[in-house]
């Protein structure tokens, strides 16, 4: 049956079965051999492909409780995470995000933890704990993608800081394939224009 729920998925797109064959090997014997695999790709294609929140979050949360010593746990609790930000359970989030961080010693799921983390509090409007998470990735990124994140972040943060220079010379550090010169261009004539500048001395 597991067989059958990947050839499925995978040779014939027929999501719905293949959910349904998984189903069927996780009821008749819960504790299959199976049931890690099963869990995980169920997790994968209820947050990827179906868009049911819901059931990622349950399997997800399954993996990781039943499985605990699973290699990929850290990398399931940044989908968890990520699935509780989807669903607007930010407090959650923020627990499986600092965990993650506090846990991993995979560099870069440190950082993708932290950007996560980021993107939660500049929801809330709480942007300096958030620039305190984004500026190191910035200075010493683990990969392009996680300095481009940062850097784009960082510039929206430092503008609604009214940190106008700081926003612009972050600005300057996007590559042109990110961020096109015509974009950064507009985006720093408009915040040249928030800049007061300083009043004439009198007579």
């Known amino acids: 049956l597991d067989n059958q729920g990947t050839l499925h998925t995978f040779h014939n797109n027929h999501i719905c079965e293949a959910l ?4 069927r090997v996780l009821a008749i014997n819960s504790n299959s051999r199976h049931a890690l695999p099963i869990h995980t790709r169920m997790a994968e294609i209820y947050q990827n492909v179906v868009g049911d929140i819901p059931n990622a979050i349950k399997h997800y949360q399954l993996v990781i409780s039943r499985f605990p010593n699973d290699p990929n746990n850290h990398q399931n609790r940044l989908q968890l995470a990520n699935c509780y930000v989807r669903s607007d359970q930010f407090e ?12 991993t ?6 950082q993708q933890a932290a950007i996560q983390l980021a993107m939660i509090y500049i929801i809330r409007k709480q942007f300096q704990p958030a620039r305190d998470l984004l500026e190191p990735i910035a200075k010493s990124p683990h990969c392009d993608r996680c300095r481009h994140l940062a850097l ?7 503008e609604i800081q009214e940190d106008y220079e ?15 010169d015509d974009q950064k261009q507009t985006r720093i004539s408009n915040i040249r224009k928030k800049i007061v500048s300083p009043a004439s001395p009198g007579p």
């Open 20 to 23: 349904n064959q998984w189903n």
């Open 92 to 103: 959650a989030a923020i627990i499986e995000l600092k965990n993650l961080r506090s846990k």
């Open 105 to 110: 010693k995979d560099g870069h799921l440190k």
């Open 152 to 158: 784009m972040t960082l510039s929206d943060i430092l």
């Open 166 to 180: 700081k926003a612009i010379d972050i600005l300057g550090q996007i590559p042109d394939n990110v961020l096109s």
